[in-house]
């Protein structure tokens, strides 16, 4: 698990705060009177507001993406980007508030689901499916309609959000509030407890359910260094892990969209049986990276983790062996 | 001590690779949770391993990280599985 700083590093109170709290309460009390449509279109309307008003939000996306895919050509300008994503984080976070007042066969005629196939091969083997993604910001609508189309598909999410951007006020009552939150919509979740989520996981896999995990957040014990966009950077192998042991098959899968439409894409599914030494764990690893690569040079203003601490979330190798030799 | 809660100890020393204190602590104490070298993958690992050696199968309902992690309760569960396997 990562660790976090300690929350007396923090400062008492932050503006995040204040504006967490006033999503988690007046805001969700707010949406809760009003019709899902009238909601979807005030959000649109405001979106471009709020881009420009988040003038300090825009410039910290833009530095993460200069960070991470350097001079590289996205065929398209990094502001129009930057403006596409604060459209749809806000869009996203509306879509948590509405989501169980959605229109399910509206939300399916307008969606595509593309190699549903391959997660149903997955599942016909019998051993649960793996269904491996990044931190896209259609994910959790995205298992909602496959939960409502008959796929039990859990997420393995931490119970408590720690938040880096949230003072020790926010962490001890906001972030808690919001976890209940979050677990209240993602419907079915292993919590990712250090010392129980591999069993809780396997026992999911043993009912033969689809478990979701994100590879894009050093959320596990065993990190194994890889290159990403040509730097060197620290990635959990938990689900790899437990391919190998449980003989669960792998799924990729995007999501992409909102709750005007979604577009979910599965691949093929990949089976990996006996625990890999250190070289065939970095060969089974690579094409998961390699695809991870391509959906955000596809995707940049769908990945939420521009947002959350691109650094701490893929630690550089260097840093990591500091941090080891210092300890 | 019952035979298979020493298989399981030998197990799991040799699966994690634990020094000789570490083992001497598990040895007494029985609590594989307690140990911070053992994580919730390698517990995982140790019960695949389990079915494979004594041919049975933990129960969706039984794979519980409690029992696992409890060594006295997992041998009682091996034996009782075996038993009526």
Redesign the interface.
Same mark, same amino acid.
């Given at each position: 698990m990562a660790k976090h700083p300690p929350l007396k590093s923090l400062p008492w109170l932050r503006l995040h705060d204040i504006a967490a709290w006033i999503y988690i309460y007046p805001v969700r009390a707010l949406v809760r009177l009003l019709p899902v449509n009238v909601t979807c279109w005030l959000v649109e309307r405001l979106a471009p507001l709020y881009a420009l008003v988040r003038v300090d939000l825009a410039r910290s996306i833009r530095n993460a993406m200069t960070y991470l895919f350097m001079d590289r050509d996205l065929g398209r300008p990094k502001d129009r980007i930057v403006r596409e994503w604060i459209r749809r984080d806000l869009r996203k976070a509306v879509d948590d508030l509405v989501m169980h007042r959605l229109d399910i066969s509206a939300l399916r005629e307008h969606s595509t689901i593309e190699g549903l196939h391959h997660l149903d091969d997955a599942l016909a083997r019998g051993r649960g499916v793996l269904v491996v993604s990044g931190h896209f910001h259609a994910n959790r609508l995205s298992k909602f309609l496959l939960r409502r189309s008959g796929y039990s598909i859990v997420s393995v999410r931490n119970p408590v959000p720690y938040s880096a951007g949230l003072g020790r006020l926010g962490n001890w009552f906001v972030a808690p509030a919001y976890g209940r939150f979050l677990s209240r919509i993602v419907e079915d979740e292993v919590p990712a407890t250090?010392?129980? &989520?591999?069993? =809780? &996981? =396997? *026992?999911?896999l *043993?009912?033969n359910r689809i478990v979701n995990m994100h590879i894009d957040v050093r959320l596990a014990?065993?990190c194994i260094p890889m290159p990403f966009f040509g730097v060197e950077r620290l990635f959990p192998v938990?689900f790899l *892990?437990?391919a190998e042991?449980?003989g669960a098959p792998l799924v990729r899968m995007l999501c992409t969209g909102d709750s005007s439409g979604l577009h979910i894409r599965f691949e093929e599914p990949v089976c990996f049986s006996g *625990?890999s030494g250190p070289d065939e764990l970095q060969a089974r690893m690579r094409p998961f990276l390699e695809r991870l690569e391509a959906w955000l040079t596809e995707y940049p203003e769908e990945w939420e983790i521009w947002s959350r601490g691109l650094g701490r979330r893929l630690g550089l190798r260097k840093n990591r062996e500091k941090n080891e030799r210092n300890t | 001590m019952s035979e298979t809660r020493e298989t399981i100890l030998n197990m799991v020393c040799e699966q994690v690779g634990l020094d000789e204190e570490a083992s001497k602590t598990l040895r007494s104490r029985g609590r594989l949770?307690e140990l911070t070298a053992?994580?919730?993958?390698?517990?995982?690992?140790l019960?695949?391993s389990l079915e494979e050696r004594f041919g049975i199968r933990?129960? !969706?309902?039984d794979?519980? !990280?409690e029992l696992?992690?409890d060594i006295s309760r997992l041998a009682d569960y091996v034996d009782k599985a075996v038993r009526e396997s």
């Open positions: 250090p010392g129980k &989520v591999g069993m =809780l &996981v =396997l *026992r999911k *043993r009912e014990t065993e938990g *892990r437990l042991t449980t *625990r | 949770d053992v994580d919730s993958l390698l517990m995982v690992d019960v695949i933990f129960e !969706p309902a794979i519980d !990280p696992v992690g």
